[in-house]
């Protein structure tokens, strides 16, 4: 009788034990990837312990956050799908680590991919490291074929969601790729990668809706936000981009089924030393016969920028493409507003647009800038008849002949 007492209160210690264990790890619904029941451990791959916390926290029917402490922790590769049961939430504090070697992925075009969630928060003031740094020297991809397109983290249809107080950074390719997202929120995020690392556009955006982009800090070796097609509702705002090739709607038209571009707004923004300030590109001689309308730049401060302000619908980088072919794309109810600071070329405004395809309603106002070297600032626009007030002359559309990149115009 005694033996039988002892076994059973033995039998209840364990299970209280084994209960408090859980109600420990899973705390306020909370999953930490360093836990005894995931095992992960800074130094040591986590692409497992991840996995199994991202399984477990994404059936849950109550809110839950998987943790990943402050730490260096390297990783393969991962990819959170859901939909999940509830709202879900990441907390990276602590650094992951891509592998240097791109071919060692499953997909190696993406590194860490997040797919058709909903009410999802990735936080925590931590670090996606992408370490891209071999991968630049091949990226040139317009000549290597085998230039690494690794992107450091996709989002692909995500839904009513918050990215904040993240970094990416070194990424061998893209840094953010968002793809088909709704209601998306980037908030102070960080994106770091050097001026010459090729390839590495900071947030691109494409095909959706609702998204806004708000006091982040960008610089890196392309683009430092590109809008592709399919972008509607777009808001960026309290944006510093630099080192980088500036803000750009596009490039558009150079695939087949590409979508309409509407309603972007980009407001409050300083840009520094770019290869371009503000810009809106399309392909000559493409397939896509879309339309780019309602993009509006308001409030920029432009610091020692080449090609402050573009609109170019004869991009055509490498020379591939015919220029003697217009742009298919139709530009209208565009505007530069409440631009100011200082230009490295000569050329500050350039406005060319398609000769089979004129843009409309091109607004220009408040308009000062003034070149940081020696010289003088001029301005080109062909194919259009923009609404001009409060801008010097020389920005005025100064001449409706195209100006020649070694003499101060935009680049390829």
């Known amino acids: 009788m005694g033996l039988k007492l002892v076994m059973n209160l033995l039998s209840i210690l364990m299970i209280l034990s084994s209960a408090s ?68 939430e990441m907390q990276l504090q602590g650094t992951l680590q891509a592998p240097e070697d791109s071919t060692q992925l499953t997909k190696p075009d993406t590194w860490i991919g997040f797919l058709y969630i909903n009410d999802f928060t990735l936080s925590g003031g931590g670090v996606f490291d992408g370490q891209g740094a071999k991968a630049w020297k091949a990226n040139d991809c317009q000549k290597n074929p085998k230039c690494s397109s690794t992107i450091n983290v996709r989002f692909h249809q995500i839904k009513k969601s918050l990215v904040k107080d993240i970094t990416s950074l070194n990424s061998k390719n893209f840094h953010f790729n968002i793809i088909g997202a709704e209601q998306l929120t980037f908030d102070h995020v960080t994106v770091t990668a050097p001026g010459d690392s090729l390839n590495t556009d900071g947030i691109h955006i494409g095909r959706s809706n609702g998204v806004n982009i708000t006091n982040c800090v960008i610089g890196t070796g392309d683009d430092c936000i590109s809008i592709g097609d399919g972008t509607k509702q777009l808001s960026i705002e309290k944006v510093t981009c630099g080192p980088g090739h500036g803000i750009s709607v596009g490039s558009l038209g150079k695939y087949d089924n590409e979508e309409p571009v509407a309603g972007i707004f980009v407001k409050n923004c300083t840009i520094s030393k770019t290869q371009n300030g503000v810009r809106v590109k399309t ?66 405004v350039k406005v060319a647009c398609s000769k089979s395809n004129p843009c409309d309603q091109v607004v220009m106002s408040d308009i000062d800038l003034k070149l940081s070297g020696a010289g003088e600032l001029t301005s080109q626009c062909t194919n259009a008849k923009p609404t001009i007030t409060n801008v010097a002359k020389p920005l005025a559309c100064a001449t409706d002949q195209p100006v020649d990149p070694a003499k101060g115009g935009a680049p390829k």
């Open 21 to 88: 264990a859980k109600r420990e790890l899973l705390s306020d619904g909370e999953f930490d990837v360093t836990s005894a029941k995931y095992g992960g451990k800074a130094g040591s791959d986590i692409s497992q312990a991840l996995t199994n916390a991202w399984k477990d926290a994404c059936a849950s029917t109550s809110p839950s956050k998987i943790i990943i402490p402050k730490g260096t922790y390297p990783l393969k590769e991962a990819e959170f799908s859901g939909p999940c049961k509830a709202p879900i």
């Open 283 to 348: 392909w000559p001689n493409g397939p896509s016969a879309i339309t780019a309308s309602d993009i509006h730049f308001e409030d920029i401060i432009m610091d020692d920028v080449q090609n402050p302000i573009v609109l170019d619908q004869e991009y055509c980088p490498y020379d591939q493409c015919d220029k003697s072919v217009s742009s298919k794309i139709k530009i209208s109810n565009v505007s530069f507003k409440n631009i100011r600071g200082t230009s490295a070329t000569a050329l500050g």
